[in-house]
């Protein structure tokens, strides 16, 4: 009857869910590299910083 063609499989299963858009990756590639320079300032930077520093 149907034999000549192939049985596929369920076509809601073989469909992968859509990915990250583009602007979202670079949003957060953006913020770590931000977050990173920070903390690398901080702990290069070193120094006194506080209230007793300006008395």
């Given at each position: 009857m149907n034999e000549d063609r192939p049985q596929s499989e369920d076509p809601r299963r073989?469909?992968?869910?859509?990915?990250?858009?583009?602007w979202v990756k670079g949003l957060v590639i953006g913020l770590v590299v931000?977050?990173?320079?920070?903390?690398?300032?901080?702990?290069?930077?070193?120094?006194?910083?506080?209230?007793?520093?300006?008395?």
């Open positions: 073989s469909v992968a869910p859509p990915g990250i858009p583009g931000v977050v990173a320079l920070v903390v690398l300032v901080m702990v290069l930077g070193g120094g006194e910083h506080g209230p007793g520093m300006h008395r």
